[in-house]
T-cell receptor
Framework: EAGVTQFPSHSVIEKGQTVTLRCDPI?????LYWYRRVMGKEIKFLLH????????ESGMPNNRFLAERTGGTYSTLKVQPAELEDSGVYFC???????????FGDGTRLSIL | AQRVTQPEKLLSVFKGAPVELKCNYS??????LFWYVQYSRQRLQLLLR??SRESIKGFTADLNKGETSFHLKKPFAQEEDSAMYYC?????????FGTGTRLQVFP
């Protein structure tokens, strides 16, 4: 079984540019989560999809972040425009149902210059 | 407010020594707690969850509601246990993580 895959593994962009991160969950997993870890801080929840619907987006920091999951398969997280404080590692996780353990991807390291 | 605290950023022990990674939580209600581990150059993976009450790789963790703790223990550390360990609490399907503890096991 293929695990959660994230692309790219590393992205370096300049402040003000746009970046899109992608996450492919484990096949059959309806639940998809985004988290991020900024330098020196804990891993923090961003949002949760159930299929294509946003179940909880309480962790999204501001309206520069847009997450989508069209068709209920893969998800994208777009940051536009990127700011310096957006630098960090963005993790995606998926689970079969809300009560099941979450499986994490390798993460995308985002560096804003 | 829901919170997970891991007071130690770094824990260093010698091979064969006992290990205890501390985790305290704040949660109103019945908590569901997990330990995740991230080995060097690998992804975050589930180590154990309190409802399973199992031992994985020799590690155990007991939920103590009186002390609001979920400490991770292993009687004899191995070099391959060196990794980042995260304690996490499930709240409305999302995970709330502690800041993590780096365990270094020296030969």
């Amino acid at each position: 079984e293929a695990g959660v895959t994230q692309f790219p593994s590393h992205s370096v962009i300049e402040k003000g540019q746009t970046v899109t991160l992608r996450c492919d969950p484990i096949s059959g997993h309806d639940n998809l989560y985004w988290y991020r870890r900024v330098m020196g801080k804990e891993i923090k929840f961003l949002l949760h999809f159930v299929k294509e619907s946003k179940q909880d987006e309480s962790g999204m920091p501001n309206n520069r972040f847009l997450a989508e999951r069209t068709g209920g398969t893969y998800s994208t997280l777009k940051v536009q425009p990127a700011e310096l404080e957006d630098s960090g590692v963005y993790f995606c996780a998926s689970s079969y149902s809300g009560g099941q353990p979450q499986h994490f991807g390798d993460g995308t390291r985002l560096s804003i210059l | 407010a829901q919170r997970v605290t891991q007071p130690e950023k770094l824990l260093s022990v010698f091979k064969g020594a006992p290990v205890e990674l501390k985790c305290n939580y704040s949660y109103s209600g019945s908590p569901e707690l997990f330990w995740y581990v991230q080995y060097s150059r690998q992804r975050l993976q589930l180590l154990l969850r309190h409802i399973s009450r199992e031992s994985i790789k020799g590690f155990t963790a007991d939920l103590n509601k009186g002390e609001t703790s979920f400490h991770l223990k292993k009687p004899f550390a191995q070099e391959e246990d060196s990794a980042m360990y995260y304690c996490a609490l499930r709240h409305t399907d999302k995970l709330i993580f502690g800041t993590g503890t780096r365990l270094q096991v020296f030969p």
